[in-house]
């Protein structure tokens, strides 16, 4: 049994993936197998409808299944916001049909939201190596001018060209390649999280996102100029990372420090000059060299000598963190509700950091050399982004120095999941880390 024939035998939703040059032309052969009888709905927009739309309403014809007028967005300025929700809804309730979501993020996210408001399941077709959205539960939609996660299931099939991918402009493959970067820390995360008893790993889906994952970072410069077999081996790692969370149910294996940074600038809608939205695997990319950062400054520390009375002794109580989360967010009250919600599912009592400092105080011999073999030094991540096309320093998704370091100091707050960050806080060292950081000679140094 492949990797790929193992990942579908634990998957919650989709129960079908085909990938590799050609299987566009086989979209029809997944729907008849799993949808009998049913009619199909293509959902694309103006370019996914060019680069794949009408090959799939080939493929449809050729087979001949049923299928209705596809509905194609055609606004400029499209993308996961809830107006297209309500806009698809009508289209998509007013028949029976099972959509087919061409395209990246957008289309599938509004495809597999508003499949869910209906009442069905759905499938998708690929054309950029973007992020690992497509195969994960969840859509990331804009109500309200605030960005949220909505629940719902993953497509039931993915169909993933990687010619058609590694032909996709440039910055989405580059997007794909920060989102799977982003999974090495996670798992350094995890591993901390395992030691200090917060969150067991489940080695199903952690093999499911790590194996193979240096690889698939091997060459991002090939990447970067449309190497086929490279952007196959991208599509392949970041559709396994969406595997691996329908399996256990949870972003775990595929989520760390570095996703929160994503989190807290997505609350603030961190946008260009020209209004676009920063891509989800742009913010997480800076994410990851912060979350390096922070990982490599930990490493340098005696914690297998760690006073852990002392560390004990000066740890706040739930209502001296609240008022301190309450200082630090004031004036922001979508910060301040996550923050409180949020840090209380993670908080312990002095006994309860006592446990988790001394476990990881007995680990940390073997543990910081398992880390150490985990992660990419900060030099090669940074590295590695330039190369992909990504961005690389945080001024170049319109985050200055300042706005990056008060970010770090949100960071411990803004969710529940256990990291790395939370390790730092919980050893008194965010101060340390901040200064090293941003400080006169820092990675970011910030000049008053």
């Known amino acids: 049994m492949n990797k790929i024939e193992s990942a579908l035998r634990r998957t919650t939703d989709t129960k079908d993936l085909f990938i590799g040059p050609g299987v566009v032309s086989r979209t029809a052969e997944m729907f008849l197998k799993l949808f009998p009888g049913k009619t199909a709905l ?13 090959a799939v309403l080939g493929s449809l014809e050729a087979a001949s299944v049923p299928h209705e007028e596809p509905f194609i967005f055609d606004d400029p300025e499209l993308y996961a916001e809830w107006k297209f929700v309500e806009q698809l809804k009508v289209r998509l309730g007013s028949t029976d049909a099972i959509a087919i979501a061409v395209g990246s993020g957008v289309i599938n996210d509004l495809t597999k939201y508003t499949s869910h408001l209906i009442g069905r399941k759905y499938m998708c077709v690929g054309t950029a190596a973007s992020m690992d959205g497509y195969t994960a539960y969840g859509a990331s939609i804009t109500k309200d001018g605030n960005k949220q996660t909505f629940d719902c299931p993953a497509p ?6 990687p010619v058609i991918a590694a032909d996709a402009p440039k910055e989405l493959a580059a997007s794909g390649y920060a989102d799977l970067i982003a999974k090495i820390p996670a798992g350094a995360d995890w591993m901390l999280a395992d030691t200090v008893g917060s969150e067991a790993i489940d080695q199903f889906g952690w093999d499911l996102v790590q194996d ?3 690889e698939a970072l091997s060459a991002p410069a090939a990447v970067h100029a449309g190497d086929v077999e490279m952007t196959e081996k991208l599509a392949e790692g970041l559709l396994m990372s969406g595997f691996a969370m329908q399996a256990i149910q949870s972003s775990r294996p595929a989520s760390g420090t570095e996703h929160q940074f994503s989190h807290c600038w997505d609350m603030e809608n961190l946008s260009y000059p020209d209004g676009k939205h920063v891509s989800h695997g742009f913010k997480v990319g800076i994410g990851t ?3 390096t950062a922070s990982l490599e400054f930990l490493l340098e520390k005696d914690i297998e000598n760690l006073d852990v009375d002392k560390c004990v002794d000066a740890w706040k109580s739930w209502e001296e963190t ?6 630090i967010f004031a004036g922001k009250p979508g ?3 996550r923050g409180l919600e949020e840090t209380k599912g993670k908080y312990v009592d002095k006994d309860g950091l006592r446990k988790q400092l001394e476990a990881l105080k007995k680990a940390w011999p073997e543990l910081k050399e398992k880390i150490r073999g985990q992660i990419i030094p900060f030099s090669e991540v ?29 960071i411990p707050y803004m969710r529940s999941r256990f990291t790395n960050i939370d390790i730092v806080y919980r050893l008194g060292l965010m101060p340390e880390l901040t200064e090293r950081l941003f ?6 140094e910030v000049k008053e």
């Open 42 to 54: 293509i959902i694309a927009d103006k370019n996914t409808w060019e680069v794949a739309g009408k």
């Open 156 to 161: 039931y099939g993915f169909v993933m060209d």
């Open 212 to 214: 193979g994952l240096r």
């Open 289 to 291: 060299l912060a979350s």
């Open 322 to 327: 609240e008022a301190e989360i309450r200082e």
């Open 335 to 337: 910060h301040l509700a």
């Open 382 to 410: 940074h590295e590695n982004l330039r190369l992909v096309g990504a961005p690389y320093e945080p001024e170049m998704i319109c985050v200055d120095r300042a706005r990056m370091r008060k970010t770090f100091s949100y």
């Open 439 to 444: 400080g006169k000679g820092g990675i970011w």
